[in-house]
C-alpha cells in the first residue's frame, strides 16, 4: 500500500496546516498510509486516528538542525516504504529533498506563499520549485513561481475549506448576542471585519486609515480578529483608533470566528503583501458575505469581480468601495453575500481540493 509523506515546520492553525490536515485525513479515509512530520501544535489533535504525525524540530532554521531532520526524514522514509514526500515549506523541504534524492523517493512540494526574491531569499527558496511537480492554489501563484523558476513543472490545485462549517447558518447565536452586547450596537451600526494574524502585513492600520475617511465613519465598528502574538501592535492599533476616532473591537485567540463572519457587514482583505490564495477570502465567500479585497495576490482571482477589487497603493479607492459596500440596503447585501457563497461551495470546497491531491499522487504512483 502506497505511503504519503507530508512535512511542515509546526502542526498549529493556519493556511497550510488546514490544507495538510485535510489532505492527511482523506488520505487514510481512503486506506492510503499517510504520515504528517511536525514539530507538533493544536491540529495533530484533529488528525485522522489512522495518520501517523511524527515530532521533528522542522520549524527550525538552523543548519544544523535541518541535517539532523534530514537524517531522521531518511530514516522514515525507509522504515515506512513512503513512495511520495510532499514539503510544504522550506526550511523542512530542504531536509525532505536531499532525503528524498538519497532514497529515490519521489518529491513533491506545495509553493504556498508569495516569498520575497532577493539573491539569498531566491537560493533559500528554490528548493520549492525542486517539486516534480510543483503544486500552486492559483493561477496568480503559478505565475510567481515560473517567473523565477520558468523550469519548474506546476500543477494548479485550487486550496478548498469546509463550505458546510463556515455557513451562516452555523454560527453559535449566543455567541452573536453577546458580541452584539459587548460593541453596543444600535440599528446604524456598520461592522467592518479584517480576520488575520496581528502582523504589519495583513494592514490593519491601512483599514483604520479608510474607515477615519468614510461618511459613514460616525456608524462605523471595525472588528480585528487574530492571533495574541504580537501585543506591541495590538496596543499600537487602538492608540492609532483612538487617535482617528474609530470604534475599534479587537478579539484575539478566537476558537471560532464564525460569529464574527456573521456579524460583520463587511469583510475586508487589505494586505500590503500578496495573498498565495486567500484563505480568509473564502471563508468570508462561504458565510454569506459581501468581500472587499485589493489587487495584489490571489484573493481577487478567488473573489473574481473587480467592482469588489481596489486598489491596494490609494487608501480613497479603499474609502470609496467601503462606502459602495455599507450604502446598499439588506436584500442587496444578501444577493452578493449568496453570489459569493455560491462560488466558494462550487470552486473552492475541500472535496476539490482532496480530490485534486488524490489525483494526482495517483499519477505518480502509476507513473513510478
Not at 475586508?268 to 495584489?296: C, H, Q, W, Y
Request: aromatic letters at 10%; proline letters at 4%; glycine letters at 4%.
Amino acid at each position: 500500500m502506497p505511503g504519503i509523506f507530508q512535512v511542515l515546520p509546526s502542526f498549529h492553525a493556519g493556511g497550510v496546516e488546514q490544507t495538510t490536515l485535510h489532505v492527511a485525513n482523506i488520505l487514510a479515509e481512503e486506506g492510503v498510509r499517510s504520515f504528517v512530520a511536525s514539530a507538533g501544535g493544536a491540529l495533530v489533535k484533529k488528525l485522522h486516528p489512522n495518520v501517523i504525525h511524527i515530532c521533528l524540530p522542522l520549524n527550525s532554521k538552523n543548519p544544523y538542525v535541518i541535517f539532523s531532520n534530514l537524517k531522521e526524514i531518511k530514516k522514515n522514509i525507509l522504515h515506512h516504504s513512503i513512495q511520495i514526500v510532499h514539503a510544504r515549506s522550506r526550511a523542512p523541504a530542504w531536509s525532505a529533498y536531499f532525503a528524498a534524492k538519497e532514497t529515490h523517493t519521489k518529491f513533491v512540494t506545495t509553493y504556498h506563499g508569495a516569498y520575497s526574491q532577493n539573491f539569498l531569499k531566491k537560493y533559500y527558496n528554490q528548493v520549492m520549485s525542486f517539486g516534480s511537480p510543483v503544486i500552486v492554489a492559483s493561477q496568480y501563484m503559478k505565475n510567481h513561481v515560473k517567473e523565477y523558476y520558468p523550469n519548474s513543472e506546476c500543477v494548479e490545485i485550487p486550496s478548498g475549506i469546509d463550505t458546510d462549517f463556515f455557513s451562516p447558518n452555523c454560527a453559535d447565536q449566543s455567541q452573536i448576542e453577546l458580541l452584539k452586547s459587548l460593541w453596543g450596537l444600535d440599528h446604524n451600526s456598520k461592522i467592518i471585519l479584517l480576520v488575520g494574524r496581528f502582523t504589519r502585513i495583513k494592514g490593519h492600520q491601512i483599514l483604520l486609515k479608510a474607515a477615519s475617511l468614510s461618511s459613514f465613519k460616525e456608524n462605523v465598528h471595525v472588528v480585528f480578529v487574530g492571533d495574541s502574538q504580537n501585543p506591541d501592535l495590538v496596543e499600537e492599533l487602538k492608540k492609532e483608533a483612538s487617535s482617528l476616532s474609530i470604534k475599534l473591537h479587537i478579539h484575539t485567540d478566537e476558537k471560532d470566528i464564525r460569529p464574527f463572519f456573521y456579524m460583520a457587514h463587511l469583510v475586508v482583505i487589505p494586505t500590503i503583501k500578496p495573498e498565495a490564495f486567500g484563505r480568509v477570502t473564502v471563508e468570508a465567500m462561504s458565510m454569506n458575505k459581501m468581500v472587499l479585497v485589493n489587487d495584489l495576490g490571489a484573493s481577487s482571482e478567488v473573489l473574481n469581480d473587480p467592482d469588489w477589487v481596489f486598489d491596494h497603493n490609494d487608501v480613497n479607492d479603499f474609502m470609496k468601495k467601503i462606502d459602495n459596500a455599507l450604502s446598499l440596503d439588506v436584500e442587496q447585501g444578501q444577493k452578493i453575500g449568496q453570489q459569493n457563497r455560491a462560488r466558494a461551495c462550487s470552486q473552492y470546497n475541500i472535496k476539490n481540493l482532496t480530490k485534486g491531491h488524490i489525483d494526482l499522487y495517483n499519477a505518480i504512483f502509476k507513473a513510478k
